[in-house]
């Protein structure tokens, strides 16, 4: 059973996903911080570059290793991009117990306003492979909304 309960805090976005049922052996916090990147963008040709900061925080009991991600990235014309790759940043980390990931990464949208959502495909250290849903969250350029 995947639990995922979405909060808003000052920090950006989190989710926490229970992934082992109803054993809190296998639970991962993924906080997103979106920002909108002005001196990287160029409204006048539709191209507004957005930063997403992630933090994987592995709250369970074992650790898990991040082995591969998926992420929809849509734009305000309904422009879908799927962006599907083995790990993140180039690396496939390991997360103990109480530790944590951290990574940023960028987009580029066609329009000020746009959303992402995805999921992670991760492994546990004693092989059982789980995915951590990642609903849905905004990017949009201060001011758009």
């Known amino acids: 059973m ?19 049922g109803m054993s809190d052996a296998c639970r991962v916090e993924v906080k997103v911080l979106p920002e909108y990147l002005p001196e990287k963008s160029e409204p006048d040709m539709e191209q507004y570059l957005f930063a997403y900061h992630i933090t994987i925080t592995n709250v ?20 879908v991009e799927e962006v599907m790759g083995e790990g993140v940043v180039g690396k496939q ?3 103990s117990p109480g530790d944590l990931f951290e990574y940023s990464s960028f987009c580029i949208l066609d329009t000020p306003v ?5 999921s992670y495909h991760m492994a546990t250290e004693n092989g059982m492979t789980i995915e951590v849903d990642i609903p849905l969250f905004i990017l949009a350029v201060p001011g758009s909304l």
């Open 60 to 79: 369970g009991s074992v650790a898990v290793q991040l082995i591969s991600r998926h992420w929809q990235i849509t734009d305000a014309n309904d422009q």
């Open 114 to 118: 746009g959303t992402m959502q995805g």
């Open 2 to 20: 995947d639990v995922a309960i979405t909060k808003f805090t000052v920090v950006g976005i989190v989710f926490r996903s229970n992934l082992c």
């Open 93 to 95: 980390p390991w997360i």
